[in-house]
């Protein structure tokens, strides 16, 4: 069994200097597990100041969005070549950016092979909508965004891709998904990838789950059948709680072993 990944998503909470104690006090509270490989994923503003201050053995950093282009006039936009020497990982097609910010499926395409290009990790979001979940649209949903989101990268690339799967209907509703149903989910993504690329890479990409992840609930999520780790969204905004968190994914990892 590879590291468990755990991932924070600050999203638009704090300012520069917030982030800058938030991380000292997180380098207090979680302990360095060589089984768990820990990400955070702060505001743009903060990612260049937290680069200086980061324990790298302890945590890597990622952004949470990028343009699709490399450079030119797009202004006000962030590339992955921006990026590069930054951070690790790139979030891509947070179900956030999709619904609030109508990111189209092909437009996140074009997300994930800019990161990609520039030699950073995308973990490309997926998961379906409250509405889509009682029309019993799952499935569909599953197959038509991972198909779409992992269009332009190679045989060799698709094994730099981490896959979230997110329903958007526990998104901080405290509407806990079952481990059965994210299980499942979790076997129709890593399907999708073996009708397109064999089963060697879907068995190397990482899937991991996202959606009121918490410390009680964490090594339930981190047990459940071909989950590699989580994406934290409230919860990280918690150094206590991330850390405890953490502490679950080194046990569940201890226990796979």
């Given at each position: ?40 994923c702060p505001n743009f503003l903060a ?95 599953l197959h038509d965004q991972v198909t ?80 590699d780790g989580l994406l934290i969204g ?24």
């Open positions: 069994m590879g590291k468990k990944l755990i991932v924070a998503n600050w999203k638009m909470h704090f300012t520069v200097g917030q982030a800058s104690l938030f991380l000292h006090r997180l380098q207090e509270h979680v302990t360095t597990h060589r089984d768990v490989e820990t990400v955070l990612l260049q100041s937290l680069s200086l201050q980061i324990d790298r053995h302890k945590f890597k950093l990622g952004a949470q969005n990028c343009y699709e282009k490399d450079e030119g006039a797009f202004t006000g936009e962030v590339s992955a070549t921006m990026l590069h020497g930054l951070v690790n990982y790139v979030i891509v097609g947070h179900s956030e950016r999709r619904h609030i910010l109508a990111e189209s499926d092909k437009l996140i395409a074009k997300k994930v092979a800019a990161v990609v290009r520039n030699n950073l990790t995308p973990i490309l979001c997926v998961g379906e909508s409250e509405v889509e979940r009682k029309h019993g649209e799952t499935r569909d949903v779409t989101g992992i269009a332009h990268l190679t045989a060799s690339e698709i094994k730099q891709l981490v896959i979230a799967y997110e329903p958007v209907w526990a998104i901080g509703s405290g509407d806990f998904a079952k481990p059965g149903d994210v299980a499942e989910a979790v076997a129709l993504i890593r399907q999708q990838i073996k009708a397109l690329y064999g089963t060697p890479a879907s068995l190397m990409v990482r899937v991991l789950y996202g959606g009121s992840v918490d410390a009680e609930n964490a090594s339930t999520y981190l047990a459940t059948e071909s989950v409230g919860a990280s905004l918690n150094y206590d709680v991330f850390g405890r968190i953490v502490a679950s994914a080194h046990q569940i990892a201890e226990q796979e072993k």
